[in-house]
C-alpha cells in the first residue's frame, strides 16, 4: 500500500505546479534576454552575487542565469568556480566558505537566498545552472536536493533547469515532469533529446552556427533554443534573426537595446 503513495504525492505536486506554470507564464517578459551569472560587467558587480541577479532583473531581463555547487555540508552556493577563494566547494562546509565574502561585502550566496529574491517579482526567469561535483552520483543527488529545495519554497514557475551534466537534468525531469530543463552540452541532437523529454538545448553559439538545422529540427521537435554566451554585435544580430527563445548574454544592456 505504502509503495503507492509517494507517486500518487508526486503526480499530484506535478499537477498542482503544471497549473502554477501555466497562470504564471504570462507575467513574464518575452524578450530572450538572459543575463550571464547575473548582469555584472557594466557596474563591476560580482558574478553570481544577489546584487547581480537584483541588476538583471531591474534592467528588465527575461532571464537571469546562475550557477550552483552542492558544498559538503549539502547547502548550495552560487559559483561559477568548482572552488572559491581558493577552497574546493565540494569538500567545505557552507560556514567555511563564507569566511570569505565577495567584493561587494555579500556573503557567497545560497541558492535559497537567490530563490527568495528572484521570488519577489515576476517579470525574470531564474535559470538555475546544476554544476557537476566530482562523481556522477553527487551531481544526480546535487540535483535531487536543488529540486527539493525549489519545489519546498514553491520556486518552480521561476526556474527553468540547465546543466552540462546529462543524467542530472534528466533526473530533474524524472522528479518533477513539467519542468523546464535543458541540456548544455551540444554534443546531443534534438531528436535524442526529445526521445529523453528535455525540452530544450541551451548550446554554445558554434554549435548552431555550425550546423543551423539544429535549430530547425529543435523547433520541429518543439524544443526549446537557447543559445550562450553571446557577446558580440554580429553574433546577437544573428540570433535575433533566428528568431531563438533565448540568448544568454553577458552584455544584457547591448541585447536589450536591439529589442526595444
Ligand atoms: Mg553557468
Not at 552560487?78 to 557552507?94: A, F, P, Q, V
Not at 543527488?141 to 514557475?157: D, F, N
Not at 525531469?173 to 525540452?199: C, E, F, H, M, W
Request: include cysteine; aromatic fraction near 8%; hydrophobic fraction near 40%.
Amino acid at each position: 500500500m505504502r509503495t503507492y503513495i509517494i507517486p500518487v504525492l508526486f503526480m499530484l505536486m506535478n499537477n498542482i505546479t503544471m497549473r502554477a506554470q501555466d497562470i504564471y507564464k504570462k507575467f513574464f517578459l518575452d524578450n530572450s534576454v538572459v543575463a550571464h551569472r547575473g548582469a555584472w560587467k557594466t557596474k563591476g558587480i560580482p558574478q553570481n552575487s544577489i546584487e547581480s541577479l537584483r541588476e538583471a532583473i531591474r534592467m528588465g531581463c527575461a532571464g537571469t542565469e546562475f550557477d550552483v555547487h552542492m558544498t559538503a555540508d549539502s547547502a548550495f552556493v552560487l559559483c561559477h568556480d568548482n572552488s572559491y577563494s581558493g577552497k574546493t566547494i565540494e569538500k567545505h562546509t557552507y560556514a567555511e566558505l563564507a569566511e570569505t565574502k565577495l567584493p561587494n561585502g555579500e556573503a557567497v550566496p545560497t541558492l535559497e537566498k537567490a530563490l527568495m529574491e528572484g521570488m519577489k517579482q515576476t517579470d525574470t526567469r531564474l535559470f538555475l545552472e546544476i554544476k557537476p561535483s566530482s562523481t556522477t552520483e553527487r551531481t544526480v543527488l546535487s540535483a535531487e536536493k536543488i529540486v527539493q529545495t525549489v519545489s519546498e519554497m514553491g520556486a518552480q514557475p521561476w526556474v527553468f533547469y540547465i546543466s552540462f551534466d546529462y543524467d542530472a537534468i534528466k533526473r530533474v525531469k524524472q522528479l518533477v515532469s513539467s519542468s523546464v530543463v535543458a541540456y548544455l552540452g551540444g554534443n546531443i541532437l534534438p531528436g535524442q533529446l526529445k526521445k529523453d523529454r528535455i525540452t530544450g538545448l541551451d548550446y554554445n553559439h558554434s554549435v548552431f552556427k555550425k550546423d543551423s538545422s539544429v535549430i530547425k529540427d529543435a523547433r520541429e521537435l518543439g524544443l526549446s533554443l537557447n543559445v550562450w554566451t553571446v557577446n558580440s554585435d554580429e553574433d546577437m544580430d544573428l540570433f535575433l534573426r533566428h528568431d531563438v527563445d533565448y540568448i544568454t548574454t553577458d552584455e544584457p544592456e547591448l541585447l536589450l537595446s536591439k529589442k526595444k
